[in-house]
């Protein structure tokens, strides 16, 4: 844990279970919700196979990234995660969304 609360800048150890519980939830949640947003856009696997999950990817990537600063503002983590999405985005080559 020391590792972790080195590498993330926290000091507690209940701040790593916290942020580890959001990562966890948000994934779950994501994949989740993702099939009923891909049926409420007509977009089914009669599609093909390769686009129909080439587009639940994109949606699973683009609920994920919502869900992970939502989330992390309902467990009081906001800090965290907002700084851990910029970080992600910029390092994927989406840093133009927060400039």
Same mark, same amino acid.
């Given at each position: 844990?020391?590792?972790?609360?080195? =590498?993330? *800048?926290?000091?507690?150890?209940?701040?790593?279970?916290?942020? @580890?519980?959001?990562?966890?939830?948000? *994934?779950?949640?994501?994949?989740? #919700?993702?099939?009923? !947003?891909?049926?409420?856009?007509?977009?089914?696997?009669? @599609?093909?196979?390769?686009?129909?999950?080439? @587009? =639940?990817?994109?949606? #699973?990537?683009?609920?994920?990234?919502?869900?992970? !600063?939502?989330? *992390?503002? @309902?467990?009081?983590?906001?800090?965290?995660?907002?700084?851990? !999405?910029?970080?992600?985005? *910029? =390092?994927?080559?989406?840093?133009?969304?927060?400039?």
């Amino acid at each position: 844990m020391d590792t972790l609360k080195k =590498r993330w *800048g926290i000091n507690s150890n209940w701040q790593v279970i916290i942020i @580890l519980l959001v990562f966890t939830v948000t *994934g779950s949640t994501s994949v989740y #919700i993702a099939k009923p !947003v891909l049926d409420f856009f007509g977009i089914t696997s009669e @599609l093909g196979s390769l686009i129909y999950w080439t @587009l =639940r990817i994109i949606v #699973i990537f683009t609920l994920y990234q919502f869900l992970l !600063v939502s989330y *992390g503002w @309902l467990f009081g983590q906001y800090k965290f995660f907002s700084k851990f !999405v910029k970080k992600f985005l *910029g =390092r994927i080559g989406l840093k133009f969304l927060f400039t």
